[in-house]
Structure formats: structure tokens, C-alpha cells
């Protein structure tokens, strides 16, 4: 009988497995090198350590498939969208065991809270993988063409998705149970809808209506305190609250990115280096001044730089 739970450490051996399979002989996954016990029992325990379901598909005590779902990206935005993937054991095709599993998965990440599951299928003619995930209630939204190159032909990924729950039709106002914003922001929208119900029965003259019908704007403004409050958080401090699976690297200074490469661009040899004078072929201008000189980013700024060579020489021989 058919059972559908989820996964233990006890099963790592076959999951292994399973997905060795398709590493060496399939096209469904991009990775070239089946990696080791070990490698997926850390995978398996990043999902965990999400709250997210990682399950298996067990027939008379043989693990016959498992499923789990990743973020989708580590960004903040996304977490309520998670990726699925789903892998078979060689001897399960044909018994509808995939569309029994993505089922369950879809359900508990439901549970979760999450609001869409993508996939990403590897290889368009894919054909068992994109029928599995089309029956379940996936539906295509986009291919994209020679993105991946394995068993010395380019592969495709064909793009999918299904909503959750409500999907994007509600908006979110609490990020935990100890979001206290999240919580007050509720209560002045029941107590001004609560004054406009009064004043329906009861008519203008009552007084109780005028001071509860104010609190509306109470809404509008915690949502803005909310936006502004969330805004002002640096990545490193929403990732260890909402999001502690992300990478919770630095975000790299632009301002200093585009400095680096500006300096890249410059010719060598023609502007001096920090704490030096001139160098002996610094060019000098017109007026006994260091040209800085670089080197043209663009084909205008090449013509550019070009025709004003040709004038600054015209003039040198004018004998004017």
C-alpha cells in the first residue's frame, strides 16, 4: 500500500540514490555530479529548518520517490513562493505515484503559508515531469531555450507554476505572531467599520459612530508606519526574522562597484597613482594641467574622443 509521509533521516540512503539516478540519466536535473549522502542530507536539512515539507512516497518499506519545496529565492520578497522538486525511483513510472506526491506537497506547503509553487523542469521534451506537474493544476508560463548544456546537447527549462491558497488575492499585514504592528493594524478597520454599521441603524446623531468611523484612517496610517518601520530594517536584520535560511551576506556598496570600475577603464600609465606625482609619459594638456584621459566607453563617446584628437592637431598646425 501506497503510503505518503514525511521523510527521515533512515531514508537518506534511498533518496541518494534516487536522485544519482537522474543525475547520470536524466535531463530533469541540471547537476552533472550525483552528490554524496552526506551533500543531501544538508540540503534536506535547510528545507526542514524552513518549516518547509520534504516527503517521500513508500510502498511495502521501498522509498519509491520523494518531494520537497525550496524558496525560491533567498530575497525577502519572495517567501511565500517556493520551488518544487520531485524525483522518481526508476521502477514507479506509470503508477501515478508523481501525481499522488506533488499533491500532498502542494497541500502541506499550503500549510505553510506559502502562496505559489514554481518549477523549474529541466529539458522541454520533459514530457513525463511537465505532465505530472499540468495534472496537478500547474500551469506553463514560459520556456527558456539552450540554457543548459549536458549529455552534449543544449536543454531548455520550462517554467510552471500553481497558486496556493488565495494566491494574490489577499494582502499580508502580519509577519508572526510577535509582529505587534501586524496585530493593531486589524483592530481600528472592525472598530470604523463598526461606527459606519451604527451609523447605518442609528443615523447621524449618533455620537458613538463619529468617534469610531475616525479610526479608518488609523488603518492608512499603519500601513505606512508598517512600510516605513519594514523599509528602514537592514537586510541582515529582516533575514534573521522573517527569513533565517537566507544568505546573509553584505550588501556590496554600489557607490564603490562603480568607482572600481571606472578605474578598470582608465588606460595605464596615463593618471598617477595615490601618493605619487606624475609619471615620467603623463601626458600634459594645453594649459600645463594632468590629462586624465580615459578610455571611451561607448562607440559615441570613441567618435567623440577621436574628432576632438583631429581638431586639437588641426590647431597645433594652423599656423593662426
Known amino acids: 500500500m501506497l503510503t505518503l509521509r514525511p521523510s527521515t533521516e533512515q531514508d537518506l540512503a534511498a533518496i541518494t540514490w534516487i536522485y544519482a539516478h537522474h543525475v547520470t540519466h ?15 542530507a544538508a540540503r534536506r536539512a535547510d528545507v526542514l529548518s524552513k518549516g518547509l515539507p520534504y516527503l517521500v512516497a513508500e510502498n511495502d518499506g521501498q522509498v519509491l520517490g520523494f518531494a520537497y519545496c525550496q524558496w525560491f529565492k ?4 519572495y517567501r511565500f513562493s517556493a520551488e518544487d522538486s520531485i524525483y522518481l525511483h526508476p521502477d514507479a513510472a506509470g503508477q ?4 499522488k506526491l506533488l499533491t500532498e506537497l502542494a497541500k502541506q506547503a499550503e500549510a505553510t503559508g506559502l502562496r505559489k509553487l514554481i518549477a523549474v523542469i529541466g529539458d522541454s521534451a520533459n514530457a513525463r515531469s511537465i505532465g505530472v506537474h499540468r495534472a496537478v493544476g500547474f500551469r506553463h508560463v514560459g520556456t527558456i531555450q539552450s540554457c543548459g548544456w549536458k549529455f552534449g546537447r543544449w536543454l531548455d527549462i520550462v517554467m510552471m507554476e500553481k ?6 488575492r489577499t494582502r499580508f499585514y502580519l509577519h508572526g505572531a510577535g509582529d505587534w504592528l501586524g496585530w493593531l493594524m486589524p483592530l481600528p478597520t472592525l472598530l470604523g467599520a463598526y461606527g459606519v454599521l451604527r451609523m447605518w441603524n442609528l443615523g447621524q446623531d449618533d455620537a458613538m459612530s463619529w468617534l469610531l468611523i475616525p ?15 519594514y523599509g528602514l530594517r537592514k537586510p541582515e536584520e529582516w533575514n534573521a ?8 551576506r553584505p550588501v556590496p556598496d554600489v557607490r564603490r562597484r562603480r568607482a572600481d570600475v571606472q578605474h578598470r577603464h582608465q588606460l595605464p600609465g596615463l593618471l598617477p597613482e595615490p601618493g605619487r606625482g606624475r ?14 584621459r580615459t578610455r571611451p566607453t561607448s562607440g559615441y563617446e570613441l567618435r567623440a574622443h577621436r574628432a576632438s584628437d583631429r581638431s586639437e592637431q588641426r590647431a597645433e598646425r594652423s599656423p593662426l
Open 215 to 229: 479610526l479608518l484612517g488609523f488603518t492608512v496610517a499603519g500601513c505606512c508606519l508598517t512600510a516605513i518601520v
Open 74 to 77: 533567498p530575497r525577502p520578497a
Open 26 to 40: 536524466g535531463t530533469g536535473t541540471f547537476e552533472t555530479s550525483p552528490p554524496s549522502e552526506t551533500d543531501m
Open 163 to 168: 497558486s496556493l491558497g488565495e494566491g494574490s
Open 241 to 248: 526574522r522573517f527569513n533565517p535560511g537566507a544568505d546573509d
Open 279 to 292: 609619471p615620467r609619459d603623463q601626458p600634459v594638456d594645453r594649459h600645463g594641467g594632468v590629462a586624465a
Open 96 to 99: 501515478r505515484i508523481g501525481n
